[in-house]
């Protein structure tokens, strides 16, 4: 009779345990969040297919508000560097998946500076960002500038850290 009772008892705790696991898979998957497309990682070759269309337009004649900016859900991001070599200016354009909130950040912490007495001519090219989303709508961003209108070259320095990579031309 102890046998069968242990039996019994180890059967009963083992349904309990199953029931209770399969719960809490259950309660688990229901609780937790959907991927949005912003944190899914893209790879290269989705990256290089979804940033292929995206031409270096000029920098936009007007600031993007930062409620637009935090908003868009970009999937993607382009930097687009001017180059000078010799009199003519090439572009070179970079993409990236997992930069992507590095680039927002970059964008919407710059301060804006006034010019002050000590600023000289314009000498680097302004590299312009385009932020891309899976539908493939773009949002022009305007570079961060130094105090004097400069592409700031902390905030440029600061995006080589991210994992670019160099799109065709």
């Given at each position: 009779?102890?046998?069968?009772?242990?039996?019994?008892?180890?059967?009963?705790?083992?349904?309990?345990?199953?029931?209770?696991?399969?719960f809490g898979v259950v309660l688990?998957?229901?609780?937790?969040?959907?991927?949005?497309?912003?944190?899914?990682?893209?790879?290269?070759?989705?990256?290089?297919?979804?940033?292929?269309?995206?031409?270096?337009?000029?920098?936009?004649?007007?600031?993007?508000?930062?409620?637009?900016?935090?908003?868009?859900?970009?999937?993607?991001?382009?930097?687009?560097?001017?180059?000078?070599?010799?009199?003519?200016?090439?572009?070179?354009?970079?993409?990236t998946s997992s930069g992507v909130?590095?680039?927002?950040?970059?964008?919407?912490?710059?301060?804006?500076?006034r010019p002050t007495a000590e600023?000289?001519?314009?000498?680097?090219?302004?590299?312009?960002?385009?932020?891309?989303?899976?539908?493939?709508?773009?949002?022009?961003?305007?570079?961060?500038?130094?105090?004097?209108?400069?592409?700031?070259?902390?905030?440029?320095?600061?995006?080589?850290?991210?994992?670019?990579?160099?799109?065709?031309?």
């Amino acid at each position: 009779m102890r046998l069968r009772a242990g039996w019994v008892a180890a059967a009963v705790v083992a349904v309990i345990a199953v029931v209770a696991g399969t719960f809490g898979v259950v309660l688990f998957l229901r609780t937790s969040p959907d991927p949005s497309p912003a944190s899914t990682a893209l790879t290269r070759a989705q990256l290089v297919r979804l940033t292929s269309a995206v031409h270096c337009p000029p920098p936009p004649l007007k600031v993007v508000q930062a409620q637009r900016v935090r908003s868009f859900p970009a999937v993607a991001a382009v930097l687009c560097e001017p180059r000078i070599s010799g009199r003519s200016v090439h572009v070179v354009r970079h993409a990236t998946s997992s930069g992507v909130p590095a680039v927002k950040s970059a964008v919407l912490s710059a301060p804006g500076r006034r010019p002050t007495a000590e600023c000289f001519a314009r000498v680097l090219p302004t590299p312009r960002l385009v932020l891309v989303d899976a539908s493939d709508r773009w949002l022009v961003l305007s570079f961060p500038a130094d105090a004097c209108g400069q592409p700031d070259v902390v905030v440029l320095a600061g995006l080589d850290r991210h994992g670019w990579i160099r799109l065709p031309d």
